[in-house]
Each structure stands twice: as C-alpha cells, then as structure tokens.
C-alpha cells in the first residue's frame, strides 16, 4: 500500500510499504477514506519528539471503511463506515473506567505518562498511523465509532481530535458564565476552543497568534477579539490593560511547544532542545490569567524538562488542567452540536490533497502557506467500492 514515511526531521514522503494484518483477534482492518494532518504531527516533522523512528507512518485522525476483522470482533463489520479516535485504548483500565482513555494504562505499556497513540511515535507505543490506505485497528471493539448516517466523512475526520480536543480544552478551563477566555493559538485546535468557550457561557473570547489570516478566520468562525502577538511588547501587561488590570479568568494553551516568539525559549526548546520545546505560551498563560483562575493546557510538550514559572502558578493559586483529549467521551454531545449547527467544523478544512503529495502538504501545513488551516489527505483507494462477499458479513 502507499502510505507516508518518515525519513528525518522535515523530510516525509509517500511511499509503499506492505499492507497491515489482522495480528490479534480483537483487531480489524480500515481502508482509509480521510486523513488529516494535525498541529500534534508537526511535533513530529520537527524532531521535537524523542523515538521517532525513520520509517514510521504518522496520522492519528483518519476515518474509513473496515475492510476486514479479527474473529473476536464483536461490534464492527466489514464494510462499516467508521471513525477512530486518535487515542488507543482497552476501556477496561483504572483509567478506561474514568473515561480518561488517553492515559490508558494498557496500550503503551512502556510509558508512564501517555497511552497509545496511532502514528506518534515509539514515545507512544509505535503504532503505525492512518496517513496511509490502510491501517491496523486494535482492540476494535473499543475505539472506533460507526459513523451515523448524516455525518459525512469530512466532518467525521475532525471528530477524530481536533473538534473534541479543542472542546475539552474550554471544558478544562471550567469558564464560568461572563467569563473572559483567552486562547493563545489559532490553529484547527485553538479555533474550536474559541467557538466551544461561547458554547460554555464565556462573556469574552479573545484570541492570540501571529499568523494574520489564521486570526482573520478565527475572528469570523469564533466571532472572538484577537490579538497578533507580533504587535505586542509584554503579552501578559497587554492581556491585563484589556480586562481592566485583572487578568482573564481562564487561560488556554493550544499551542504547545512549538511556539515562537521568544528568541531565548526557540533557542533553548526548539533549536537546542535543552527542554521540551518552548515553554513561551506557558509562560503566557500562567502570567495572563488572573489570580485564582484557570489554566487549561492542550498544546503538546515532549516529557523532559522545561523551565516553567511554577512559583508563579504557586503563588497566585492558579488552578492547572492538562490532558490528552478522551476523544470518545465527547463523541455523543459533540455530534448533537454539529446538528444543532452550533458548530460546523467542515469549514476549517481549507486543503484536500492527493496522499502522493503528503511531502507538499506538510510543507505547506507546517509554513502556514496558502492560507492553510487544515489539510484533508485523501488516499489513492478512497473511493473504491469493495464489493463485499456474504461470507464477510459473519
Ligand atoms: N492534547 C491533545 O489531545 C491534543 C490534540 C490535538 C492537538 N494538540 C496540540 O494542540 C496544539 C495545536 O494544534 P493545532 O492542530 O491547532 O496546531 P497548529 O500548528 O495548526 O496551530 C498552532 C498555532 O499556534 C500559533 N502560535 C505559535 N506560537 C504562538 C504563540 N507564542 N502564541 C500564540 N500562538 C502561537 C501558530 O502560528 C499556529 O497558528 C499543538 O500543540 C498540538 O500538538 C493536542
Ligand atoms: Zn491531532
Ligand atoms: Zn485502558
């Protein structure tokens, strides 16, 4: 099958690689309809996180059609039309049970920290991702959702992270009605948490990035204030003389360590890598928000050190949520909203290109050219229609 490649930092490409099996009874089989790139796998292009291993196939959002399963698969099909949280895992775990399945316990069992996540790396159990026209489903039971009927693919593909992700980071900033939001990052994740904070009874969004026409369409989609950071001596002096020297009541990173705008933190995070990326929207937040407020962190950092001002966090009581989004828990409330029209994350998606093309589309994606927000891959096999035997539908 053709799927993407890591060769190094900065360097992908597609190539052939051989189909993936069924290696456990509870696995199944996806053909790939849908595939995005995500803010998460720019870490990755990067080299900012540790064992990424040439060879590896990114892509932990994607949708697709199963193709086959393993005989102790109970609730999928072949020929359902499924999404796949970007999350592994095995719904029976201490953490499983408390529907936090990005800390599952069992599907990266090598790690402390994170559960498993497709295509992220060895630092997140090495599974071979969807940016690709096949990919291996474990524990298939589990993770994937049949998709309803009047949700289409390309709305499907967003449920897969970015749209729950960025509702749980409004979520973990526990607004309150009137409360002043601030969402450093208009990125797919940032842009939702903006529309999903109004959605929560904010009185007050304001968004900050750099990149202008990202702050164009956020301001439009989120009718949210923004901010370009570029314009702005001292972020959290700025943040404060707009709210009437308080400070806003929640503060919410959908940036992560990628972020620029400090010459000491690039050097320091990105370029040296003496701590897990730049720590600069950290910094941000704890500063920007006022005392006693919240601090919901969604932006991605690797697992060693970074300088973070915690005796800042300390002293003013600030309140700290952080997580990898439980995609499956908002699947039920967040297809209600896009019904309901409260949000249409469709319209996000500003690049549909062939898989072929997945080296140009992560140039493009990770320069912020062409006004590029969020990129559709599309594999060679989308649209066949497999006809699928009787035998198959057991
Ligand atoms: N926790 C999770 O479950 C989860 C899931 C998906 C994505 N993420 C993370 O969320 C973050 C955003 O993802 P995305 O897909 O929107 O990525 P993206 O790369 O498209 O967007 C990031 C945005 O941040 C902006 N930015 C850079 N430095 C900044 C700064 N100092 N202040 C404000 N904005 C700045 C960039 O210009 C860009 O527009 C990433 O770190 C990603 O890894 C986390
Ligand atoms: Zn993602
Ligand atoms: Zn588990």
Redesign the pocket.
């Given at each position: 099958m053709l799927a993407m490649n890591y060769r190094g930092p900065y360097r992908v490409r597609a190539q052939h690689k051989s189909d993936p099996v069924i290696e456990h009874p509870g696995d199944a089989i996806v053909r790939v309809t849908r595939t995005c790139i995500?803010?998460?796998d720019?870490?990755l292009y990067h080299g900012m996180v540790p064992d990424t291993r040439v060879g590896h196939t990114f892509g932990h959002e994607f949708v697709g059609v199963v193709e086959d399963v393993g005989p102790g698969v109970r609730n999928l099909r072949v020929g359902d039309r499924v999404l796949v949280p970007f999350n592994l895992f095995c719904g029976s775990c201490f953490y499983c049970d408390r529907e936090l399945y990005?800390n599952c316990h069992n599907t990266n069992p090598e790690a402390t920290a994170v559960g498993g996540i497709y295509g992220y790396s060895h630092t997140a159990g090495g599974y071979d991702g969807g940016q690709a026209e096949y990919v291996r489903v474990p524990m298939a039971d589990v993770g994937p959702m049949i998709i309803p009927d009047d949700i289409d693919d390309d709305t499907a593909v967003l449920l897969t992270?970015?749209m729950p992700?960025g509702y749980q980071a409004a979520e973990m900033g526990d607004i309150e009605e009137g409360d002043t939001v601030v969402v450093?990052?208009?990125?797919?994740?940032?842009i939702i948490a903006a529309k999903s904070a109004w959605l929560m009874g904010a009185g007050r969004v304001i968004v900050?990035?750099?990149?202008d026409y990202?702050l164009e369409f956020v301001k439009r989609f989120a009718q949210c204030e923004v901010v370009n950071?570029r314009e702005v001596n001292d972020m959290a002096l700025h943040i404060k003389k707009m709210t009437d020297w308080m400070g806003a009541d929640v503060c919410i990173d959908?940036?992560?360590?990628?972020?620029?705008?400090s010459i000491m933190q690039t050097v320091t995070g990105r370029l040296m890598k003496t701590q897990a990326g730049s720590s600069?929207?950290l910094h941000?937040c704890i500063n920007s928000v006022r005392k006693g407020g919240n601090v919901s962190i969604?932006?991605?950092y690797g697992p060693t050190f970074n300088a973070v001002p915690i005796g800042n966090a300390l002293n003013k009581g600030l309140t700290l949520r952080m997580?990898?989004?439980s995609v499956k828990r908002h699947l039920p409330h967040l297809i209600e909203h896009i019904r309901a029209g409260h949000i249409d994350p469709k319209q996000l998606i500003t690049h549909r290109i062939p898989l072929e093309d997945v080296a140009d589309a992560y140039h493009i994606f990770s320069s912020?050219l062409d006004g590029c927000i969020k990129t559709v891959l599309v594999p060679p096999r989308a649209n066949e229609v497999r006809a699928v035997s009787a035998s198959a539908l057991h």
């Open positions: 995500c803010g998460s720019l870490h990005g992270d970015i992700t450093f990052g208009a990125g797919p994740v940032g900050v990035d750099e990149v990202r950071f959908a940036v992560g360590a990628d972020a620029s705008g600069l929207v941000w969604v932006g991605v997580n990898q989004a912020k």
